[in-house]
DNA sequence: ATGAAAGCGCTAACAA
DNA sequence: TTGTTAGCGCTTTCAT
């Protein structure tokens, strides 16, 4: 292990003050040119590296942003994560990512973020921000911003999901069909909600009488009813209603159309010979399976978040603003017109 | 935004020195009881936080561990990464994450993970280590360990790519195939090579004859070739061959198979009741389309990776190890029996 | 058992 | 333009 070598080392190396050393390191210009390179041999041919604590320590602040997420057993929060990572690296700060696997977790995570000058600002994912932890950020004076996820006071970037529901099944009644169900996950996520409202209001609007027989979800909770399996539950639920089953669904998450499809498949039916389908996401699988739904631009979306919270960071006085994105209908195969039989 | 309050606050209000309140904050044990009982009170009121990167700073080490992972389009390292993530919190850890997307950026990440006492340790997953980097590892003094990567003098956790693609090799075998089709990735990926390897002794120990057409790469390089678009491509090549065409395939991961999957049905061909396949990672989504395949225990290897990492923190002495995982076959639904109009 | 004081390695204000 | 010095907030020796 090499001795450790600081400014002082290069200091006098140099034949200099630290003071100068740090100059020529954080590129003031009060420096000659001839010293300043002078010492950037030194620094060269020394291998010299600063210390990033202590200059964190002195700068008072962390050049890092923290992203708490729930973990990602979820791909939607990959695709973004991976435009928050791309972003924040391209601006010069650190990434540090606290996973947590349920809302217990969440307060703990954020007390860690919250230490003084550990972070200089926070990525929420989609969890509902517990109350409690609202004044504390105001407090500690860091920024947030909220990513799928809403709070008044709070930046946040998200999806419209109202209107992206309303799309999906608007879609679905363009092409023929009445009697649309729609697969759902649990009602306490926000994005489930809504997703809810879009569907409603779509039918409505076009003189469909709304059934709440006609939306299920399935038994499993994990991810709030965002996976697989609850996916398939609901769509046996419906399978069981017999010739009284919807030819056309409309599902609240890629995933859970997934599942959907294979307990249609499982049970003999065809899709979309018999059954249409539109999910959301468009997580990267769906392409895969060729299935249509509405595309969430998540990459982008951890790109913004990341984008907004630098803004802030460099003027805390700006206006809080809630950026939403309209999801984005994607057609691949899951989807046909609807037959003939008058509805 | 309130007041800083540090040790210096905490030992003024409880009136003893700030000594005494780092000894309680620390748990040294020469502190009476009520001194103790005390400064806790105080520190509870006070909300206190202890400053990370002071604490870094005094104690010469960053409880933190860095990820350098070749981003994540890939859902293997989603998973791996999940296993890293828990270990590494539930042992007070912190995760500090690099995605690079290509070889050279490697070496910058790995410049940011080196600057002294910015990590204690360093996880490097799945790319050939840039030959310079290994002096300045031994220099710096950094613990480090390979996941899905191999460096003889290197702690390495990983695959055993050779056994894997033998195994599933056999098993088309034993299914009473004789030709046998492999869709490669880049053999400039290890993993890639080894598990050609492995096809061939499998067929080498049964009396059957290598051919090198039997063995297709896709044109798309993106992920050294482990992607879908090359798995569809590959499995095109194969299709031009017609009656020549092997109605068996082994391939070196989910996300090709996949994409061979759907060139297969695009042309017609049923899955897997004209061509059996089976693929390596057991990534979710094999699940969801039902692909038998070879699993890694990708979760476990994170945590694993991270268990040895912080073993080694606490013992620098330790012996290189190299340990290597053995994937385990999972049947799922695309293999069938060879039809027996004889090989 | 406890307080005082000396670092940890850097930045930034202050003289010169 | 440059060197010197005083912090940043903590840990850890060293006296007491």
Redesign the interface.
């Known amino acids: 292990?090499?001795p450790?070598i600081t400014i002082y080392e290069i200091a006098k190396a140099a034949g200099v003050g630290i003071g100068t050393v740090s100059r020529v390191l954080n590129n003031h210009p009060n420096v000659t040119p001839e010293t300043r390179a002078k010492v950037k041999e030194v620094v060269m041919r020394m291998h010299y590296?600063?210390?990033?604590?202590?200059q964190?320590?002195a700068r008072r602040h962390?050049q890092t942003i923290s992203a708490i997420i729930p973990?990602?057993?979820n791909?939607f929060f990959?695709e973004i994560?991976?435009g928050v990572?791309?972003e924040i690296?391209s601006l010069g700060y650190?990434?540090?990512?606290?996973?947590v696997?349920n809302i217990s977790q969440v307060e703990s995570k954020f007390?860690l973020s919250?230490?003084?000058?550990?972070v200089d600002g926070i990525l929420f994912f989609s969890m509902k921000l517990p109350d409690r932890i609202v004044p504390r950020l105001r407090?500690?004076?860091i920024p947030v911003v909220l990513i799928d996820s809403y709070y008044p006071k709070l930046d946040s970037i998200s999806v419209a999901n109202i209107d992206g529901a309303y799309d999906a099944t608007n879609y679905l009644i363009n092409l023929g069909y009445q009697r649309i169900g729609m697969i759902n996950a649990l009602l306490m996520s926000a994005p489930a909600a809504e997703r809810l409202q879009g569907y409603r209001r779509a039918l409505e609007s076009n003189g469909i009488r709304y059934a709440a027989d006609l939306v299920k979800t399935g038994v499993n909770t994990k991810q709030d009813g965002f996976n697989?399996e609850a996916g398939y539950e609901a769509m046996m639920e419906f399978i069981k209603m017999g010739a009284e089953m919807p030819e056309a669904f409309f599902v609240s998450s890629d995933i859970q159309a997934?599942g959907a499809i294979?307990a249609l498949l499982e049970n003999g039916f065809r899709v979309p010979e018999d059954v249409s389908m539109v999910g959301f996401d468009d997580i990267e699988?769906a392409s895969?399976?060729g299935l249509t739904t509405m595309r969430q631009p998540m990459y982008q979306m951890g790109q913004m978040a990341v984008e907004r919270l630098a803004a802030r960071l460099s003027d805390p006085g700006l206006e809080v603003i809630h950026k939403t994105f309209l999801p984005e209908l994607v057609v691949r195969g899951t989807c046909r017109r609807a037959k003939v039989s008058a509805g």
Do not use: C, I, W
């Open positions: 292990m090499t450790k590296q600063p210390h990033t604590y202590a964190r320590l962390s973990f990602f057993t791909y990959v994560l991976r990572q791309e690296t650190d990434l540090m990512l606290f996973g696997n007390a919250l230490q003084r000058g550990r407090e500690a004076g697989r997934l294979a699988l895969h399976v």
